[in-house]
């Protein structure tokens, strides 16, 4: 199969789904995205390689009700490395209300992106810590 902007726009649409459930703490979306065996360097790893969904979940289900939050894309770009295979960079900004008042965060993610059955999985992520 062939890349085309189509696939481009649906990863686009994906890694903002994906982004939503974060914020939202909808465990079930992020599943379903996610490959079993995702792999991740972030912050809370310190360091280390993650694999598995058993980390990311353990912070889901430490998520307060979720309130206002926003997360929005900031020039994101598609780089297709095979019909099936992706790497989608950004800077991902977050809005949300606490206490104190509004608070914006960013930091900057990469995530892969690999076409199994026709369908997209999240396989990758690194993140790095806010800046």
């Known amino acids: ?21 974060i914020a939202a703490a909808d465990w079930q979306t992020y599943e379903s995205l996610c490959d079993p065996d995702l792999t991740a360097f972030e912050p809370e790893a310190l360091g280390l390689r993650v694999t598995g969904l058993p980390f990311h979940r353990f912070y889901f289900e430490l998520a307060a009700a979720p309130g ?25 900004l977050t809005q949300r209300q606490e206490d104190s008042g509004p608070v914006s965060r960013r930091c900057e993610e990469t995530r892969v992106w690999q076409r199994r059955d026709g369908r997209w999985w999240h396989v990758h992520f690194h993140r790095s810590a806010n800046s």
Request: overall charge negative.
């Open 68 to 92: 206002a939050v926003n997360s929005t894309m900031i020039e994101p770009r598609v780089q297709m490395l095979s019909a099936d295979a992706a790497v989608i960079t950004y800077v991902r």
């Open 1 to 21: 199969m062939k890349p085309c902007r189509s696939d481009e726009q649906e990863l686009l649409r994906l890694s903002q789904q994906l982004l939503d459930s």
